[in-house]
């Protein structure tokens, strides 16, 4: 079956550092991806979306990099700030007649000051 | 959170007991969607729905129902037969080929 993964449980950064977080894919058809942000407690928030006829797209301080060579995704966060401090989560949109989202088991991101 | 509530917040079952999760979104979405998340880890698909009076089964559908009478609605009963129901419930929703924006979820919590 379908799996999102990614490479590091945990990641910290300085505060005002770039920061990257990393997800891979294994279903080569998947045609459109995800970056969602989550804060404890709280739904997740959608972040930035690519779909498979990219490989950059940007948005306000963050980009996200697809290279579906490798099946890998990206995201990257500039100047990154407190308030940056969540757990990402990647999410692949398996195309089986449905819009149906498989989620990675999240990367957490701490800032140090 | 956009447009989309659920309620309540917090909720308590007692073993044996059925209970049903609220889920409401004034966005006009078409698709809803609820999913599971465990401590962490990331969601599982229970069931989703694409439109009116139509939905399928997720990953993980077994011991769970749902609804979709009305375009704005998507209620989940968690039934007795789940035998893990604690744990934190997201419902979503989307329009077209766009993303799925989430409620703020619901904590339920077996006792």
């Known amino acids: 079956g379908e799996s999102v993964g990614l490479h590091l449980p945990t990641l910290s950064v300085q505060e005002g550092d770039n920061s990257i977080i990393n997800c891979a894919y294994s279903?080569?058809?998947?045609?459109?991806f995800i970056w969602y942000k989550q804060e404890s407690g709280k739904g997740p928030q959608f972040i930035i979306d690519i779909r498979s006829n990219m490989d950059k797209r940007q948005g306000q301080r963050v980009t996200v990099l697809l290279n579906k060579t490798v099946k890998h995704l990206s995201l990257q966060i500039a100047a990154t700030q407190p308030g940056d401090s969540a757990v990402y989560f990647c999410a692949e949109n398996v195309v089986q007649g449905a819009q149906k989202l498989v989620f990675g088991q999240g990367t957490r991101l701490t800032i140090n000051p | 959170d956009g447009g989309i509530t659920q309620s309540p917040k917090y909720l308590f079952r007692k073993e044996g007991q059925n209970v049903t999760l609220s889920c409401e979104q004034n966005l006009n979405h078409d698709a809803m969607y609820w999913y599971r998340q465990d401590p962490g880890q990331g969601l599982r698909l229970i069931y989703y729905?694409?439109?009116?009076?139509?939905?399928q089964k997720g990953d993980i559908a077994e011991g769970y129902s749902v609804s979709r009478e009305k375009k704005e609605s998507f209620p989940l009963t968690v039934t007795s037969a789940q035998k893990n129901p604690t744990a934190f419930y997201l419902c979503?929703?989307?329009?077209?080929?766009?993303?799925?924006?989430f409620g703020p979820g619901t904590r339920l919590t077996v006792l």
């Open positions: 729905s694409q439109i009116v009076n139509d939905f």
């Open positions: 979503a929703s989307s329009i077209g080929t766009g993303p799925q924006y």
């Open positions: 279903n080569s058809a998947s045609d459109y």
